[in-house]
Structures are given as structure tokens and as C-alpha cells.
Nanobody, 118 residues
Framework: QVQLVESGGGLVQAGGSLRLSCAAS????????MGWFRQAPGKEREFVAA????????YGADSVKGRFTISRDSAKSTMYLQMDSLKPEDTAVYSC???????????WGQGTQVTVSS
């Protein structure tokens, strides 16, 4: 199994920045991709960004391109999400997840709240 723990959420004004972290432990050698997802109240969970653990290739939702940057530190088994130019519509619980090469996202963190005030 893989254990994931997020940190870094909080309250920020529109236009501000936050950096989320997701620390992985356990069978980290099995991780192929890690991703960030978010869920706002009354809405379905949506994909935000992902990164391939081996080569660092990244993927991002159109809604966050140019504002959010995903990265990883393999030595620390930690993934980051740098969020800039935050908007009130970015308010959500942000969760990280991991998948092996031949599976869907199967391990999830507990989530961290991000609130952007206008």
C-alpha cells in the first residue's frame, strides 16, 4: 500500500498563492503517476494535474494551466502543487492520489481545504 498525506491548504485572498504538498510513504516504488484532484461543495471531484513519477511529464486541466504548477521531489517522495493567481472558484478540498502503471488511482490522501476569498 501507499500512504499519502497532504498539507499546505488554507485561506487566501483572490490573486494570492498557496503551495500544497503530498508526502508518500509505504510502497512508493510502485508509484507510476501521482495527481491532484479537487472537489467543491455540491460538485463532483475534478482532475487538476498529474505527474509521471519516473520522467516528470506533467498533465493539467485547462482551468488551471498557466496558474498551477505540479512538481515532485523523488528523493523525498513528495509531490507539490504551486497555485498562483488563485480565484474564488478554486475553492475546494484538494486531494492527492497515486496509481501504479496498470491501475486507476487507488490510493488517496485525506484532503486539504483551500479557500479563496474575493
Amino acid at each position: 500500500q501507499v500512504q499519502l498525506v497532504e498539507s499546505g491548504g488554507g485561506l487566501v485572498q483572490a490573486g494570492g498563492s498557496l503551495r500544497l504538498s503530498c508526502a508518500a510513504s509505504g510502497r512508493t516504488f510502485s508509484i507510476y503517476t501521482m495527481g491532484w484532484f479537487r472537489q467543491a461543495p455540491g460538485k463532483e471531484r475534478e482532475f487538476v494535474a498529474a505527474i509521471n513519477w519516473s520522467d516528470g511529464r506533467t498533465y493539467g486541466a485547462d482551468s488551471v494551466k498557466g496558474r498551477f504548477t505540479i512538481s515532485r521531489d523523488s528523493a523525498k517522495s513528495t509531490m507539490y502543487l504551486q497555485m498562483d493567481s488563485l480565484k474564488p472558484e478554486d475553492t475546494a478540498v484538494y486531494s492527492c492520489a497515486s496509481r501504479s502503471r496498470y491501475s486507476d488511482y487507488e490510493y488517496w490522501g485525506q484532503g486539504t481545504q483551500v479557500t479563496v476569498s474575493s
